[in-house]
């Protein structure tokens, strides 16, 4: 292995923390929308332990007064006119859909 | 011919040494022949590519070309291209046909270049070994048994086993300049906001950017010149005046003030990388150049904070795809519900979900403080250590990967060891700035080594500039693999 900087190094030693219970990568799996097999779940909470403990990091800096940097270069968003600046080309984008109907997107029934 | 560059192909097509038709030929003979052995393109069309090269044939004849007319080219699968498979390496997208094109594509067309193909890639650009594809992994044309890097990995490899002229990536925390430093060529990630990313299948959106990948700096500022400029469908494209990023090519290095951060160089990369990218150092030296040590100390967190930025923004982005538009949709399920989970559980690659996952988790309620928002508070400091360091030299130089090509299979189990690729390129991404890469020697294996080039805001002609220098007193970027 290449010796990466004495600081991962460290977060290697750490002990493999429980970070995730399975309960809990069973709920942001359902927020995801992805569904998982329970021996899944087992795999993805031992990974995502792993890398929780590497990001836990960061708890460690004082952030205090520092302005989040949401994008890389601090400009304001432009704005255009409220006009329709698209044609339709709804038969274009509907011939690569799963399923369609008259027009329509084809999805199971919502309302009962 | 194959080892000519942009420049000199343009020259030969405008004297009609050769014709782009003859050129496109000779280009898909060759990945006839090389590509099942690399995987480095997915999708090939030979019947359009011919089409654009006898339509450039004729603009070369009527006297109407530009600099990349006839010059075929490779596109990384990311970018939508009106006609072809789009896959993004991903079985979600396995059957989608781009209903329109990327505007890195639409400039590519306007300016006459020949798509020759689109280049294979990690799923959604996830990945640093080019092993997250659907497709199956690329193969380093250095050595077969080892990976090209990622994400751009089938880009670079492309253009490493002369299968095109030049080609684009992407580069979201290093995937332009990884895959460039593990083939052995030159690649350039610009400034944020340069290219429009109109049309580039999105990953991390603040981070994104495309750019140029080819074998050396003077092809990469062609190539800019036709990718850059001001996009209204780009909410973060810059509106900036047109510049020739190869203006400054020709200039001499007397002067330019290189700045060796501290923190690269202490002991976290590999002795071989150590040792040549301090060879390639000492040849700036003679150019010229003066070396001054900077610091960048909070570039330590960037591995971190970019594992809870990226992820978080991928999270939002992917949940488009739902099997009801376009893409993949499960064969089997009952409600809505279901039919979403059962899609995107078969549709996406372990990888990505498992960023999904991730991000899902740090946006989620109760944890957006402690994990979004200090990841971009440290974005900011990171930002900050690049700011100060440029007070003191002009450009940044370093290693872009802390090891040569790795072995397929090698990291397959452990994502962490695989994040780690990426060390020394993150910063770049989280803070805006441009980077390239560009071949400077080899290591252990005889494996190409990246030296990374670190630029100031907008500053691409003078990294461009240092580069091409560098390329004139060294032949690193046109040495070939063995067998090409």
């Known amino acids: 292995m290449i010796p990466y900087w004495p600081y991962f190094n460290k977060v290697f030693a750490m002990s493999p923390t429980m970070f995730l219970a399975n309960a809990d990568v069973r709920k942001v799996a359902s927020l995801a929308r992805l569904a998982m097999s329970e021996a899944e779940i087992e795999t993805a909470r031992s990974q995502l332990s792993g890398i929780f403990a590497l990001i836990e990091e960061m708890q460690a800096v004082d952030t205090q007064g520092i302005e989040p940097m949401s994008h890389a270069q601090d400009v304001a968003q432009r704005l255009r006119e409220d006009v329709v600046t698209e044609t339709n080309q709804r038969e274009l984008f509907q011939a690569i859909a799963p399923q369609v109907e008259a027009g329509l997107y084809l999805v199971p029934q919502v309302i009962e | 011919m194959i080892n000519a560059s942009i420049k000199q192909l343009s020259a030969a097509l405008a004297a009609k040494t050769i014709s782009s038709v003859e050129l496109t030929q000779l280009y898909l003979e060759r990945i006839a022949r090389l590509n099942p052995g690399l995987n480095a393109y997915i999708t090939l069309n030979p019947e359009v590519s ?124 290093g995937s332009i300049r990884q895959p460039a430093a593990l083939c052995g060529i030159s690649g350039l990630k610009p400034t944020y906001g340069v290219v429009s990313r109109y049309g580039m299948i999105a990953f991390a959106s603040s981070l994104d950017q495309a750019g140029p990948m080819a074998r050396g700096a003077e092809d990469l500022a062609l190539l800019l010149n036709t990718m850059a400029g ?115 559980a078969q549709g996406f690659g372990a990888e990505v979900k498992r960023r999904i996952m991730i991000g899902t988790y740090v946006l989620s309620h109760g944890y957006y403080d402690a994990y979004y928002l200090q990841a971009q508070k440290i974005r900011r400091l990171i ?60 290591g252990a294996a005889n494996m190409p080594v990246g030296l990374q080039i670190i630029g100031n805001y907008f500053d691409e002609a003078r990294m461009l500039n240092a580069a091409h220098q560098y390329q004139l007193a060294t032949d690193w970027h046109s040495r070939a693999p063995n067998g090409i």
């Open chain 2, 383 to 442: 930002a900050q250590d690049f700011t100060e360091a440029f007070r003191q030299c002009d450009v940044i130089m370093g290693p872009t990967a802390p090891s040569t090509a790795f072995e397929l299979g090698e990291k397959g189990d452990d994502p962490v060891q695989m994040y780690l690729s990426d060390i020394y390129t993150i910063a770049v991404n989280l803070a805006g700035l441009p980077g390239m890469s560009i071949p400077c020697g080899f």
């Open chain 2, 50 to 173: 011919l089409a654009q090269a006898r339509a450039a044939d004729a603009r070369i004849a009527a006297g109407q070309a530009d600099t990349l007319t006839g010059i075929p080219l490779a596109q990384k699968d990311i970018f939508c291209a009106k006609g072809w498979l789009t896959t993004c390496g991903s079985k979600m997208l396995h059957n989608f046909v781009s209903p329109y094109d990327a505007h890195v594509i639409e400039q590519f067309n306007r300016a006459g270049a020949v798509n020759l193909g689109k280049t294979n890639m990690d799923e959604f650009a996830m990945g640093s070994s080019n092993e997250t594809s659907h497709y199956g992994p690329v193969k380093n044309p250095w050595d077969t048994a080892r990976v090209p890097g990622g994400s751009s990995g089938g880009t670079a490899a492309a253009v490493a086993a002369r299968l095109c002229a030049a080609a684009t990536g992407t580069d979201t925390g």
């Open chain 2, 230 to 344: 001001f996009d209204e469908r780009d909410s973060t494209s810059l509106q900036r005046d047109k510049e020739d990023y190869a203006r400054d090519l020709a200039k001499p290095l007397d002067g330019l003030r290189i700045g060796l951060p501290k923190e690269f160089f202490a002991e976290g990369m590999g002795s071989d990388v150590a040792q040549t990218v301090g060879t390639a150092i000492a040849e700036y030296k003679k150019l010229g150049a003066s070396v001054v040590e900077v610091s960048l100390p909070n570039s330590k967190l960037s591995v971190p904070v970019y594992y809870v930025l990226a992820p978080a923004e991928a999270s939002s982005n992917l949940s488009r795809f739902d099997g009801v538009r376009y893409g993949y949709r499960a064969p089997e399920y009952g409600d809505l519900a279901d039919m979403y989970e059962k899609s995107r």
